[in-house]
Structures are given as structure tokens and as C-alpha cells.
């Protein structure tokens, strides 16, 4: 059997031993896909952000999360779990939401440990310094002074504060994973 280990004969027609190597199976094509899709994208492991990396997956995490919980709440609560010859037997989405909870809860609690969220405002906060003092050389070079500095000064000020507000508006997770969103400008 195709990403089996052990042959017909000795156990691979077994549901356990099938569900295994489909799983196998299923992993080994994903990991060739996205090597190739690093390759073509010519990324290698020294480009990766692994922190970054954590933020994306936990939005993947909570997207995934929040999918689950819609598609339960389209469920009839009388389907969630049905009498079987076995004993009860609970709705597959129910389980997979429950897992996703846990899911959810473990990778905030890490991101929370970790500090990272105050890591990047930091960094965010730096950066827009950065961004800052280099206009004010850039004004300086330019020789603008006065009232037309200020003048420029407030509309930075102005459309900083209306991006913010922005993002304020958007909401915490987002479905596209990939959305590197700063919280601080």
C-alpha cells in the first residue's frame, strides 16, 4: 500500500494501518509541494522570519477556528451527537472544533509567554523613529523651515493617526495569513 510500511498480508489491510499511510501519503505530498513552492518562490530557510512564521500560523490557527465554529453554528444543535450500537457517538465537527480550541488557546498563551506582541510594537515603534528623524533631515536638506515644516509635520501627524484609526477598524485575525499588520504607527 502506498505510504503503508507493512504489507497485505501482515496487517496493512488493517483501518488503522490504511488510515496511517494515507496520512503518510497525504504528508509527503504536502511537504513536496511546498518545497517546491519555496523553490520557485526562491526562498530558502535563511529568508524565514521565524517569528513571523508563529504569527502566521497562529492566524492560520484561528481562522481555521473560527471556519470550524461557523460551520458548527450551521449545524442543528439534535446533530452534534446521535445515539450508536457502540454507545453515543459525537458529530466530526464537533471534535474538530473542540480540538481547535485547544488549538487556539495553546498558541495565544505561547505568543503571550513569549512577548512577541510587544516585541513588534517596539520594533514598529523604532522603525517609525526611524521613519521620523529621517524626515526631519529630509526637510532639513531641503531647506524647509517654518511654517511650511510644521505645516508638513501636522499632515504626517494627520495621516498617521487616520492609518491608525484604520487599523483600529480592521479586525484582530484576519483571513489572509500572510498580513504582516503592525499594531503601533
Known sequence: MTGGTVCGSHGGR???????????QVETEARAKAAKTLTAQGVSGADLNPVE????IAAEIITFKQTVNG?????QASNWRRDHRAGEQVNSLVTIFERSLDRTAKILVELNRLGLEDRRVRIAE???ALVGNALLTALDRAGISGQQRTEVIGYLQDELHAAQVAEDRRPAIVNNPGDRRRKAL
Open 71 to 75: 460551520m458548527l453554528a450551521e449545524l
Open 14 to 24: 488493517l483501518p488503522r494501518v490504511r488510515a496511517a499511510a494515507q496520512r503518510n
Open 53 to 56: 512564521a508563529l504569527f502566521d
Open 126 to 128: 523604532r522603525d517609525l
